[in-house]
Every structure is written in C-alpha cells, then in structure tokens.
Nanobody
Framework: QVQVVESGGGSVQTGDSLRLSCATSDRTSKTYAMGWFRQYPGKEREFVAAISASGRSYNVAESKKGRWFISRDNGANTVDLQMNSLKPEDTARYYC??????????????????WGQGTQVIVSS
C-alpha cells in the first residue's frame, strides 16, 4: 500500500503562487490515480484536481482551470499542484489522495482510500 506525504504549503500574499508536492512511498504509485483536495474548517473535502495513473488524463476544478495545474513525475514518484494567482479564499488545508485504479480519473473524495496528512496554505490580502 502506498503512503503519500504533502509538502510545499506556507503563508503567501494575494496573487502569489505556490507549488504543492505529493511524494509517494515507492514506485508502485505508478499504478495509482491521484487527487488533490482541500478542506476548510468544519467543511467536507473539496475537489481541486485529479490525474490518472499514467498522467495522460487530468482534471482541475472549474474555477481554477487555466490558473492551477496538476502534473506527475512517475520517475520521481511525485504529483504536483501548481497554484497561481492565489486568493484569500484559497486558505485551507490541502490533501493528496491515492487510489489503486488504472485508466481513469477519480474525482470523488469518497473513492480514495489513501490520504496524506495535508499541508496548510494561508493567503493574506
């Protein structure tokens, strides 16, 4: 079973960019669909982006398309989330998730069974 660990969060100003990285435990992560979700205090996890095991299929939340990007490097066993033009409303804890499925995107948080501990993003105005 793969383990995932997020990094790259921090405190930034409105308009800044951050790149979050999800490191997987070993090369078996190549068989896993991956996703990024964020969570506000007291709320359900919210979909941000997802990518297939191969990296050939991907999706980003509608409100972030064209500004945020998901990618993966199966040689380095990492999945990154590039977040540009950050806003205060993006302040949340961001989680990486993994699911052992091939040839499809997994968009629903309830389908994922492997989660990291999250990394905090704070955007100040």
């Amino acid at each position: 079973q793969v383990q995932v660990v997020e990094s790259g969060g921090g405190s930034v100003q409105t308009g800044d960019s951050l790149r979050l990285s999800c490191a997987t435990s070993d090369r078996t992560s190549k068989t896993y669909a991956m996703g990024w979700f964020r969570q506000y205090p007291g709320k359900e996890r919210e979909f941000v982006a997802a990518i297939s095991a191969s990296g050939r299929s991907y999706n980003v939340a509608e409100s972030k398309k064209g500004r945020w990007f998901i990618s993966r490097d199966n040689g380095a066993n990492t999945v990154d989330l590039q977040m540009n033009s950050l806003k205060p409303e993006d302040t949340a804890r961001y989680y990486c998730a993994a699911k052992d499925v091939a040839n499809e995107l997994v968009l629903s948080a309830s389908r994922y069974d492997i989660w990291g501990q999250g990394t905090q993003v704070i955007v100040s105005s």
